[in-house]
Nanobody
C-alpha cells in the first residue's frame, strides 16, 4: 500500500520560514512527479510547486523567489518556504504521480497519490 506522509507544518509569523517534508512509502515502481498543493478555507486546491524525477521544477507565480522545492531522494520531497505571508495560510498536501508495483504488473498507468495534509498558519 502506497502512502505519503507529510511533516513540518505549524504556526509562524509573517516573514518567517517553514520547511515541509514528505516521504513516500510502499511498493513503488517509479515516481514521475512529486509536488505540493495547498487549500485555503473557501478556496480550491492549487498547485504550489512540483518537481520531476529529472529535477525540473514548476512554481505558482505567488510563491516564486520565496519557496524552493527539492527532492532529496527518489521518495522524498521538501518545500522550503521563506518570507511567508498571511496569504500562504492553508493546508498543504503532498502529491506524487507514481506507478506502484501493482500498476506496473497490471499494465496500468501512473496514479496520483495524496498525503493527509499539514496545516501552515502565518500570523500577521
Amino acid at each position: 500500500q502506497v502512502q505519503l506522509v507529510e511533516s513540518g507544518g505549524g504556526l509562524v509569523q509573517a516573514g518567517g520560514s517553514l520547511r515541509l517534508s514528505c516521504v513516500a512509502s510502499g511498493r513503488i515502481f517509479s515516481i514521475r512527479v512529486m509536488g505540493w498543493y495547498r487549500q485555503a478555507p473557501g478556496k480550491e486546491r492549487e498547485l504550489v510547486a512540483s518537481i520531476t524525477s529529472g529535477g525540473n521544477t514548476n512554481y505558482a507565480d505567488s510563491v516564486k523567489e520565496r519557496f524552493t522545492i527539492s527532492r532529496e531522494t527518489a521518495r522524498t520531497v521538501s518545500l522550503q518556504m521563506n518570507s511567508l505571508k498571511t496569504e500562504d495560510t492553508a493546508v498543504y498536501y503532498c502529491n506524487a504521480n507514481l506507478m506502484s508495483h501493482a500498476d506496473f504488473m497490471s499494465g496500468s498507468t501512473a496514479t496520483d497519490y495524496w498525503g493527509q495534509g499539514t496545516q501552515v498558519t502565518v500570523s500577521s
